[in-house]
Protein backbone atom coordinates (compact mmCIF):
# COMPACT_ATOMS: atom_id res chain seq x y z
CA UNK A 1 0.00 0.00 0.00
CA UNK A 2 2.78 2.47 0.74
CA UNK A 3 4.74 2.02 -2.28
CA UNK A 4 1.11 2.21 -4.62
CA UNK A 5 0.48 5.45 -2.30
CA UNK A 6 4.14 7.07 -3.00
CA UNK A 7 3.80 5.70 -7.05
CA UNK A 8 0.35 7.88 -6.80
CA UNK A 9 2.07 11.33 -5.30
CA UNK A 10 5.13 10.68 -7.46
CA UNK A 11 2.39 10.75 -10.54
CA UNK A 12 0.71 14.04 -9.14
CA UNK A 13 3.84 15.61 -7.87
CA UNK A 14 4.84 14.75 -12.17
CA UNK A 15 1.73 16.33 -13.33
CA UNK A 16 1.96 19.31 -11.25
CA UNK A 17 5.38 19.96 -12.47
CA UNK A 18 4.46 19.97 -15.90
CA UNK A 19 0.89 21.85 -15.10
CA UNK A 20 3.07 24.72 -13.79
CA UNK A 21 5.55 24.80 -16.63
CA UNK A 22 2.97 24.99 -18.81
CA UNK A 23 1.27 27.89 -17.14
CA UNK A 24 4.79 29.93 -17.08
CA UNK A 25 5.02 29.29 -20.32
CA UNK A 26 1.67 30.33 -21.24
CA UNK A 27 1.97 33.61 -18.95
CA UNK A 28 5.23 34.52 -20.26
CA UNK A 29 3.19 34.03 -23.92
CA UNK A 30 1.08 36.45 -22.83
CA UNK A 31 2.93 39.32 -21.64
CA UNK A 32 5.55 38.97 -24.64
CA UNK A 33 2.93 39.06 -27.26
CA UNK A 34 0.49 41.95 -25.31
CA UNK A 35 3.72 44.05 -23.98
CA UNK A 36 6.96 43.29 -26.04
CA UNK A 37 5.58 42.99 -29.24
CA UNK A 38 3.97 46.14 -29.81
CA UNK A 39 6.65 47.88 -28.36
CA UNK A 40 9.38 46.34 -31.01
CA UNK A 41 6.72 46.61 -33.59
CA UNK A 42 6.56 50.69 -33.12
CA UNK A 43 10.66 50.93 -32.86
CA UNK A 44 10.83 49.40 -36.57
CA UNK A 45 8.21 51.74 -37.93
CA UNK A 46 10.00 54.45 -35.96
CA UNK A 47 12.90 53.96 -38.24
CA UNK A 48 11.39 52.89 -41.45
CA UNK A 49 9.97 56.19 -40.93
CA UNK A 50 13.08 58.15 -40.65
CA UNK A 51 14.70 56.87 -43.48
CA UNK A 52 14.68 59.10 -46.53
CA UNK A 53 12.10 57.57 -49.68
CA UNK A 54 13.39 57.04 -52.73
CA UNK A 55 13.25 59.42 -55.27
CA UNK A 56 10.55 58.38 -57.88
CA UNK A 57 11.61 58.19 -61.41
CA UNK A 58 8.18 58.98 -62.69
CA UNK A 59 6.69 62.04 -60.34
CA UNK A 60 3.47 61.18 -58.58
CA UNK A 61 1.15 62.67 -55.74
CA UNK A 62 1.80 60.01 -53.38
CA UNK A 63 5.95 60.99 -53.09
CA UNK A 64 6.38 63.04 -50.36
CA UNK A 65 8.07 66.16 -52.41
CA UNK A 66 4.83 66.19 -54.15
CA UNK A 67 2.73 66.60 -51.50
CA UNK A 68 0.07 69.65 -51.92
CA UNK A 69 -1.10 71.73 -49.36
CA UNK A 70 -3.63 74.46 -49.89
CA UNK A 71 -7.07 75.17 -48.51
CA UNK A 72 -8.43 72.22 -50.05
CA UNK A 73 -5.53 69.85 -49.16
CA UNK A 74 -4.62 70.89 -45.39
CA UNK A 75 -1.67 68.94 -43.52
CA UNK A 76 -3.34 66.20 -40.69
CA UNK A 77 -3.41 67.05 -37.75
CA UNK A 78 -0.14 66.77 -35.92
CA UNK A 79 1.89 66.40 -39.21
CA UNK A 80 5.61 66.53 -38.05
CA UNK A 81 8.43 66.31 -40.77
CA UNK A 82 12.04 65.85 -40.59
CA UNK A 83 14.38 68.86 -40.51
CA UNK A 84 17.62 69.84 -40.76
CA UNK A 85 19.43 73.28 -39.55
CA UNK A 86 19.47 75.49 -42.99
CA UNK A 87 22.04 78.10 -40.41
CA UNK A 88 22.62 79.14 -37.68
CA UNK A 89 20.00 81.46 -36.57
CA UNK A 90 17.91 78.48 -35.88
CA UNK A 91 15.67 78.51 -39.77
CA UNK A 92 14.68 74.86 -40.60
CA UNK A 93 13.82 72.76 -43.76
CA UNK A 94 12.74 68.85 -44.67
CA UNK A 95 15.80 67.06 -43.92
CA UNK A 96 15.41 65.36 -47.54
CA UNK A 97 15.72 68.00 -49.04
CA UNK A 98 17.89 70.52 -47.68
CA UNK A 99 21.21 69.66 -49.54
CA UNK A 100 19.14 70.78 -52.72
CA UNK A 101 18.55 73.90 -51.00
CA UNK A 102 22.46 74.31 -50.16
CA UNK A 103 23.45 73.90 -53.56
CA UNK A 104 21.02 76.28 -54.65
CA UNK A 105 22.25 78.85 -52.12
CA UNK A 106 25.54 78.59 -52.85
CA UNK A 107 24.94 78.78 -56.80
CA UNK A 108 23.45 82.47 -55.80
CA UNK A 109 26.74 83.29 -54.03
CA UNK A 110 29.37 81.82 -56.72
CA UNK A 111 26.85 84.78 -58.97
CA UNK A 112 27.70 87.07 -56.62
CA UNK A 113 24.22 87.38 -55.36
CA UNK A 114 22.98 87.84 -51.79
CA UNK A 115 20.38 85.87 -51.32
CA UNK A 116 18.55 85.19 -47.52
CA UNK A 117 16.43 82.93 -46.37
CA UNK A 118 14.19 84.90 -43.95
CA UNK A 119 11.57 81.81 -43.71
CA UNK A 120 11.18 78.30 -43.82
CA UNK A 121 9.52 75.58 -41.95
CA UNK A 122 7.11 77.17 -39.45
CA UNK A 123 5.53 74.95 -36.67
CA UNK A 124 1.62 74.37 -36.67
CA UNK A 125 1.70 76.34 -33.38
CA UNK A 126 3.46 79.58 -35.18
CA UNK A 127 1.43 79.31 -37.99
CA UNK A 128 -1.69 79.56 -35.80
CA UNK A 129 -0.54 82.48 -33.66
CA UNK A 130 0.45 84.49 -37.05
CA UNK A 131 -3.25 83.92 -38.45
CA UNK A 132 -4.31 85.09 -35.08
CA UNK A 133 -2.63 88.29 -34.90
CA UNK A 134 -3.55 89.01 -39.11
CA UNK A 135 -7.07 88.35 -37.59
CA UNK A 136 -6.42 90.49 -34.84
CA UNK A 137 -5.48 93.63 -36.88
CA UNK A 138 -8.37 93.48 -39.19
CA UNK A 139 -10.98 93.46 -36.42
CA UNK A 140 -9.10 96.56 -34.87
CA UNK A 141 -9.83 97.93 -38.42
CA UNK A 142 -13.60 97.64 -37.67
CA UNK A 143 -14.83 93.73 -39.38
CA UNK A 144 -16.77 91.00 -37.28
CA UNK A 145 -14.88 87.85 -36.71
CA UNK A 146 -15.75 85.98 -39.67
CA UNK A 147 -14.83 88.76 -41.95
CA UNK A 148 -11.71 89.52 -40.51
CA UNK A 149 -10.44 86.05 -40.54
CA UNK A 150 -11.63 85.77 -44.42
CA UNK A 151 -9.31 89.26 -45.10
CA UNK A 152 -6.52 87.48 -42.89
CA UNK A 153 -6.58 84.08 -45.27
CA UNK A 154 -5.72 86.51 -48.15
CA UNK A 155 -2.41 87.21 -46.51
CA UNK A 156 -1.31 84.74 -44.34
CA UNK A 157 -2.49 81.05 -44.40
CA UNK A 158 -4.95 79.30 -42.73
CA UNK A 159 -3.14 77.08 -40.17
CA UNK A 160 -3.03 73.76 -41.29
CA UNK A 161 -2.80 74.73 -45.50
CA UNK A 162 0.84 76.80 -44.81
CA UNK A 163 3.32 75.01 -47.17
CA UNK A 164 5.65 76.21 -44.31
CA UNK A 165 4.34 73.52 -42.10
CA UNK A 166 5.00 71.13 -44.81
CA UNK A 167 8.84 71.63 -44.64
CA UNK A 168 9.26 72.41 -48.28
CA UNK A 169 8.91 76.06 -48.70
CA UNK A 170 11.21 78.98 -48.10
CA UNK A 171 11.07 82.57 -48.50
CA UNK A 172 14.23 83.60 -50.45
CA UNK A 173 14.91 87.64 -50.45
CA UNK A 174 17.80 89.74 -51.44
CA UNK A 175 20.39 90.95 -48.55
CA UNK A 176 19.93 94.31 -49.65
CA UNK A 177 15.65 93.59 -50.44
CA UNK A 178 14.18 91.95 -47.81
CA UNK A 179 10.57 93.69 -48.65
CA UNK A 180 7.89 90.96 -49.18
CA UNK A 181 6.12 93.14 -52.17
CA UNK A 182 6.37 93.17 -56.04
CA UNK A 183 9.02 94.80 -56.32
CA UNK A 184 11.23 92.15 -55.06
CA UNK A 185 10.16 90.20 -58.42
CA UNK A 186 12.81 92.81 -60.24
CA UNK A 187 15.49 91.87 -58.34
CA UNK A 188 18.81 90.26 -59.64
CA UNK A 189 18.07 87.47 -57.01
CA UNK A 190 14.67 86.76 -57.92
CA UNK A 191 15.49 87.10 -61.68
CA UNK A 192 18.26 84.69 -61.25
CA UNK A 193 15.75 82.44 -58.98
CA UNK A 194 13.11 82.19 -61.45
CA UNK A 195 15.90 81.09 -64.00
CA UNK A 196 17.47 78.38 -62.33
CA UNK A 197 15.32 77.11 -59.61
CA UNK A 198 14.30 74.14 -60.85
CA UNK A 199 17.93 72.67 -61.97
CA UNK A 200 17.69 71.70 -57.89
CA UNK A 201 14.12 70.77 -57.98
CA UNK A 202 12.52 74.00 -57.03
CA UNK A 203 9.09 76.04 -58.39
CA UNK A 204 8.09 79.69 -58.19
CA UNK A 205 5.41 78.15 -55.98
CA UNK A 206 3.06 81.29 -56.21
CA UNK A 207 3.51 82.84 -59.78
CA UNK A 208 1.97 86.04 -61.14
CA UNK A 209 -1.83 85.28 -62.87
CA UNK A 210 -2.13 81.81 -61.09
CA UNK A 211 -3.97 82.76 -58.31
CA UNK A 212 -7.12 81.71 -58.89
CA UNK A 213 -5.39 78.22 -59.13
CA UNK A 214 -3.59 78.24 -56.19
CA UNK A 215 -5.74 80.57 -53.81
CA UNK A 216 -2.34 83.09 -53.26
CA UNK A 217 -0.93 86.21 -54.12
CA UNK A 218 1.94 86.45 -56.18
CA UNK A 219 5.05 85.83 -54.15
CA UNK A 220 8.05 86.50 -56.10
CA UNK A 221 9.84 84.90 -52.69
CA UNK A 222 8.66 82.01 -52.24
CA UNK A 223 9.55 78.47 -52.86
CA UNK A 224 8.85 75.02 -53.06
CA UNK A 225 11.15 71.95 -53.41
CA UNK A 226 8.93 69.00 -55.53
CA UNK A 227 12.21 67.68 -57.11
CA UNK A 228 14.17 68.26 -60.38
CA UNK A 229 12.15 66.05 -62.75
CA UNK A 230 8.76 67.63 -61.62
CA UNK A 231 10.03 70.99 -61.46
CA UNK A 232 11.70 71.57 -65.21
CA UNK A 233 8.22 70.06 -66.22
CA UNK A 234 6.48 73.02 -63.82
CA UNK A 235 8.80 75.98 -64.05
CA UNK A 236 9.25 75.05 -68.07
CA UNK A 237 5.89 74.93 -68.93
CA UNK A 238 4.34 77.97 -66.16
CA UNK A 239 2.12 76.10 -64.96
CA UNK A 240 1.27 75.38 -60.94
CA UNK A 241 2.26 72.34 -58.59
CA UNK A 242 -1.92 72.03 -58.89
CA UNK A 243 -2.28 72.31 -62.36
CA UNK A 244 0.94 69.71 -62.75
CA UNK A 245 -0.55 67.04 -60.02
CA UNK A 246 -4.16 67.32 -61.90
CA UNK A 247 -2.04 66.24 -65.38
CA UNK A 248 -0.46 63.38 -63.23
CA UNK A 249 -3.28 62.13 -62.07
Known amino acids: M ?34 VAPVSSQEDTSISDTSTPPHPSVAGASSWELTLVNASSPLPE ?20 ISFLQELLSAMRDEGLSPLVCSAYRPAETQKR ?3 QE ?3 FVEQGLSSSQ ?20 LA ?25 EHCAEYGFI ?37 LEEYLSSSS
Do not use: N
Not at 12 to 22: A, E, N, P, Q
Not at 79 to 97: E, K
Not at 215 to 233: K, N, S
Open 130 to 132: LFA
Open 78 to 97: GFSPPLSSIDSRGLQFDSRA
Open 135 to 137: TAS
Open 204 to 240: LRYPSGKSEITGVMFEPWHFRYVGREAAVQIMSQGIT
Open 170 to 194: VDIVAIDHQTLDDSYAQTPEAKWLR
Open 2 to 35: RVRRRKQEDFWFRCMTILSVCCVFAFSAVLYFYF
Open 148 to 167: AVEAAKQAVAYPGTSEHELG
